[in-house]
């Protein structure tokens, strides 16, 4: 069956509380969240853009359908709001200088909003050049707001749609101290 595109799933968004690409102060968040004793806070970066996901049919379960998460696609912006680099499938984190990582979740909590995304912390390490982002050794994902998986119109007529959902997050990008 071909995909066909949903319409956007539109959710509010409101201002994330970290607007600097410079360390400022730590959200708080659960212990499981918080990075090694040896890592140090290098980088907060707010991002904007969508979570993807599809519909389809749930493998633990005959006849019944879900919305799947299918990867990130979102813009990374500096203190001042001006694009930094992207966020994307892998999940990868690329600054526009080339340098990337590609992170792994280690551990996830729900968000303190209902309506927002897990926040989470992922080992990170380096896939590309040398550069802006190369040494960050973990990333925590915060402050979200939207993104969660669309609440219905998965089923059997419309499995392959594709729902891009609205988000936001600060993600805080650790290097080794």
Known sequence: MPRRLLGPVLLSLFATSASAQVPGPAVEVPPRLKPGADEA?????PAKGVQIYECRARKDQAGAYEWAFVAPEADLFDAHGMKIGKHYAGPHWESNDGSKIIGAVKERADAPRADAIS?????????GPAGSFSKITSVQRVNTVGGVAPGGGCSQSNVGAVGRVSYAADYYFFTSR
């Open 41 to 45: 806070l290098a980088l907060v970066v």
């Open 119 to 127: 926040w989470l912390l992922l080992t990170a390490k380096s896939d």
